[in-house]
């Protein structure tokens, strides 16, 4: 099973499944899932995996394999995206197209939300297990999460944030010598921002690429430890001067 999301309601699910005699060796949500599957009463694997996802809360994209078939499954409010590919034949699913181009797949589409895929050697059926709902997409996974090479929901990850810069210099012009990003998430809205106002672009912040993800880390304290470790301001190019950073 691979799980890109997060389970607002798993511990509550957790300690319901411990008081059943289910014993977790991780606190990951997605052995939650797991679990669930593992206990449902349904007879067949598509409606055990039905059953799991119809108990959890939150945001998820899940792909799920077996010897004989692989399920991809979508939340209902399509909070994460998840798309579908093709490689020669073969259904390919992935959290971004960027994944697809990399292994020199075919992009088919995206998945709706709350759509479930099931992939055999028979071929592909889609399924709808949960109630229509409004659509709840992250806008994080444009402004952050999702890799500038990806197109999310029709839409290339790198322009939006582009555009993202652009409308920022026009809704808040600045009287400023440079337009230095906080690397890489904010490197396409700085180009865009520098582009609209006529401002210099500079890389006046160089990133350590052996750091993962700060923003994500649990607690303040770590988290200024890994800013500290992943960004290293570049002094000769920033000291003295007016700075607009994205």
Known sequence: VAHNGNLTNAMTVQRALQKQGAIFSSTSDTETLLHLVATSRERDLNSRFIDAVRQVEGAFSLVAMTSKKMIGCRDPLGIRPLVLGDLDGAWILASETCALDIIGARFVRDLKPGEMVVVTAKGIESLFPFEPQKTRFCIFEYVYFARPDSSVEGR?????????????????????????????????????????????????????????????QPGDSIRHMGVKLKHNANRRMIEGKRVVLV
């Not at 210099?169 to 809205?189: H, K, N």
């Not at 582009?195 to 993962?212: T, W």
């Open 156 to 216: 290339n990850v790198y322009e939006v944030r582009k555009r993202i810069g652009a409308e920022l210099a026009l809704e808040s012009p600045v009287d400023a010598d440079i337009v230095v990003p906080v690397p890489d998430s904010g490197t396409p809205a700085a180009i865009g921002f520098s582009q609209a106002a006529g401002i210099s672009f500079e890389l006046g912040i160089i990133r350590n690429h052996y750091v993962g993800r700060t923003f994500i």
